[in-house]
């Protein structure tokens, strides 16, 4: 599965690369990309676990940037 979510208050772009590479490592990511000037990430995971998995997409993200907030 494949979804694209609206990200507010990523300040930076190294920021937006140290999340991206965090959620690649995650079990059952296949693809993430996170995007500083459009300021949108997209996901692509295992279907069965997505949920699961978005949960800790938004843990890592609040480790590196606790601003930012995912738009679920």
Same mark, same amino acid.
């Given at each position: 599965?494949?979804?694209?979510?609206?990200?507010?208050?990523?300040? !930076? /772009?190294? !920021? &937006? &690369?140290?999340?991206?590479? /965090? $959620?690649?490592?995650?079990?059952? *990511?296949?693809? &993430?990309?996170?995007?500083?000037?459009?300021?949108?990430?997209? $996901?692509? /995971?295992?279907? &069965?676990?997505?949920? /699961? $998995?978005?949960?800790?997409?938004?843990? *890592? !993200?609040?480790? *590196?940037?606790?601003?930012? *907030? $995912?738009?679920?």
């Amino acid at each position: 599965m494949k979804k694209k979510f609206k990200l507010t208050d990523l300040d !930076c /772009a190294n !920021c &937006a &690369a140290k999340m991206e590479n /965090a $959620i690649r490592k995650i079990e059952g *990511v296949s693809d &993430a990309s996170v995007s500083f000037m459009t300021q949108k990430m997209t $996901i692509e /995971a295992d279907d &069965a676990r997505f949920d /699961a $998995i978005m949960e800790e997409v938004v843990k *890592v !993200c609040r480790k *590196v940037e606790p601003d930012c *907030v $995912i738009n679920l």
